[in-house]
């Protein structure tokens, strides 16, 4: 791979550099996307959830992505985890390009790169909390002392130290949800992704896990939130509108 | 069945056996024995009717191995005069015996009287059966008492001992010959009589022991195919009932070897629990046909060995496919699963 003084920082002026130089470069941002599709075969017809997305987020940075439902909002989401592969485009993520990778290597990404949280939290159900936040620490190969310790530290990092030995079953909405972000967090990620945390949570509970953001992105944390309630997508830096699988909008709101 | 000229065969006769031990040079020995199947023993108060009476010759204990613990065996001395002697078994030392010293007792043997002079060496069991409930008197003295007695009640037989293994099969042939040209047997026609050896004994007690082996092992195959199929229904189950699971665990990070080692870590405990109440299944049903059948029964370490590896490789073959589906699930598709 070439130097990454080569890079271009932004996504209007890496277009410029034609294709060649674009694909040699290796963008400094910590997630590049450019001129990502995705298209799925319904029968004989093809429908785009993706037209073409290009952006930059750098590290550090608190992004909402907002637009109506069914927009391609959870599709953009699941190809930045590696959940998913594109139907066409380029996408790199801390100088990979997850494009050209296979399977062990996306899985390895998922692993260490990327924190995700679903909406409906994603829990094993017949685990215990300190079980689930140190999944991700077997798979990456790390001894069971040290697994516990970390996973421990990340319970505390959420303040459910209280609840570690509980199930899901017997957690609220809201300590699920922290459980689901004590593990998103536990292999300290490049990226936290949120695809509608608050979604199936109460007002109420949903300031609390906003404010868990608003402290986790103050440590350093880059996150990128998924939301369709504007009032979650004001407390964020940054704000990408989507629509019909496009950008409409991306504005800094600070 | 027997067929019509075994039962109508001439008997076998001492002089057969003198004619044995003169002329077939391959032998060491040579043993002329009649047998009772069982006779009835008295002395004082205690009696015994199973014992198996046998009339034997001063070659019996070289050309058996069997040979007196204490007292004598039989003479020429005996055999001459028809001396009413006996040499009891253990069983039957036991069963008339049970406090006195049994030499030189007189007993009852089917109403006639004997002085015990010798008692066997104890034999032990051979399928169940004890060797020791006999007792031995001169087969002259047993022609004497029971000359014309029909088959089977009473039989007898030649039992020759080889110089060594390697003259069975010259010794076979030797006896063949003899009694063919005692008995007039004319060239052509065939043996009216029947030569064995231990060796051949032994070939049947293989033969059927491997018989039962082959259809045992032929049984376990289609079981264990059986149990296979079941084994990769309840991990095709157990994937689809778990795909958001593996979902999660997809998303966390897992590969796809990881989650098809899961998977076939979970079949193979199946199969070796499986395995496991097998063995225990196999050692009770063992120990029962050890104590309660005249077969020897046993569970030998290596049938252990290959009983658990053969359980446990049924079960990474037939979970192979399953946990293969499981892996190559793709993570989004999976997370979606309801
Ligand atoms: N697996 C799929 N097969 C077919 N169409 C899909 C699939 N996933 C998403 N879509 C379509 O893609 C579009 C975007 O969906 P999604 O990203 O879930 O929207 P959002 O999260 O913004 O509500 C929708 O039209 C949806 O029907
Ligand atoms: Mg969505």
Redesign the pocket.
């Known amino acids: 791979m070439s130097d990454a003084t080569l890079a271009t920082p932004t996504g209007a002026s890496a277009l410029e550099h034609g294709e060649v130089l674009v694909r040699d470069a290796v963008p400094a941002a910590l997630i590049s996307m450019r001129d990502i599709w995705k298209t799925?075969q319904?029968g004989s017809e093809e429908?785009h959830?993706l037209h073409g997305v290009s952006f930059d987020v750098q590290k550090g940075e608190y992004v909402a992505i907002i637009?109506?439902?069914?927009?391609?909002?959870?599709?953009?989401m699941n190809l930045i985890g590696c959940l998913d592969t594109p139907s066409k485009g380029e996408y790199w993520i801390n100088g990979k390009n997850v494009s050209e990778m296979d399977d062990d290597e996306l899985a390895r990404i998922r692993n260490k790169e990327v924190g995700f949280v679903f909406q409906t939290f994603n829990l094993l159900a017949r685990a215990t909390a300190l079980h689930n936040v140190e999944l991700p620490l077997i798979y990456a190969g790390m001894s069971s002392t040290e697994r516990h310790e970390k996973a421990k530290q990340s319970l505390a990092a959420v303040e459910l130290t209280d609840r570690m030995m509980h199930k899901p079953n017997e957690l609220s909405g809201g300590q699920r949800q922290r459980v689901a972000i004590a593990r998103a967090l536990v292999n300290h990620p490049s990226i936290l992704l949120a695809?509608e945390p608050t979604g199936a949570l109460d007002t109420h509970t949903s300031y609390e896990i906003m404010n868990l953001f608003e402290k986790l992105h103050s440590e350093g944390n880059t996150i990128i939130v998924?939301t369709h309630e504007p009032d979650i997508a004001a407390r964020a830096y940054r704000v990408i509108s989507?629509r019909d699988?496009m950008i409409e909008k991306d504005e800094r709101l600070r | 069945m027997p067929k019509a000229e075994e039962l109508h065969r001439k008997e076998l006769t001492i002089a057969d056996a003198d004619a044995i031990r003169r002329e077939a040079a391959s032998l060491a020995g040579v043993s002329p024995i009649h047998r009772l199947i069982s006779a009835t023993l008295r002395y004082e108060d205690k009696q015994t009717d199973t014992p198996v009476l046998i009339g034997a010759t001063p070659y019996y204990e070289f050309v058996h191995s069997q040979y007196v613990d204490h007292g004598r065996w039989i003479s020429d001395g005996d055999m001459e005069a028809r001396s009413n002697i006996c040499i009891p078994g253990v069983d039957v030392a036991h069963a008339l015996f049970p406090y006195e010293d049994p030499l030189d007792k007189d007993i009852k043997i089917n109403g006639n009287t004997y002085r015990v002079v010798g008692l066997m060496e104890p034999l032990g069991n051979f399928f169940g059966q004890s060797r020791d409930n006999t007792v031995f008197i001169p087969i002259t003295t047993y022609d004497k008492y029971y000359p014309d007695l029909p088959s089977p009640e009473s039989a007898f037989f030649i039992i020759a001992r080889p110089i060594s293994r390697a003259y069975v099969k010259s010794a076979m042939d030797e006896v063949t010959e003899i009694l063919r040209r005692q008995r007039r047997v004319r060239p052509g026609d065939t043996d009216n009589f029947a030569v064995t050896s231990q060796d051949s004994l032994l070939d049947i007690y293989n033969q059927l022991t491997g018989a039962t082996a082959l259809v045992l092992t032929a049984v376990s195959f289609v079981a264990l195919m059986i149990g296979g199929i079941g084994v990769m229904n309840i991990m095709l189950v157990s994937v689809t009932e778990r795909t958001r699971e593996i979902g999660i665990r997809k998303a966390v990070g897992a590969t796809r070897g990881n989650i098809l080692s899961q998977f076939l870590v979970e079949a193979v405990c199946l199969t070796a629990i499986g395995g496991v109440a097998g063995l225990i299944v196999g050692e009770v049903a063992s120990l029962l046909v050890n104590k309660y059948s005249p077969l020897p029964a046993f569970v030998p370490l290596w049938a252990i060995a290959i009983g658990l590896g053969i359980s446990a490789a049924v079960g990474i073959i037939f979970g192979l496919w399953p946990a293969w589906k499981a892996a190559r699930l793709d993570p989004i598709e999976a997370l979606r699963y309801e």
């Not at chain 1, 637009?67 to 953009?76: A, F, I, N, W």
């Open positions: 799925y319904m429908v959830a637009g109506p439902s069914g927009s391609g909002k959870s599709t953009l695809d998924v989507i699988g």
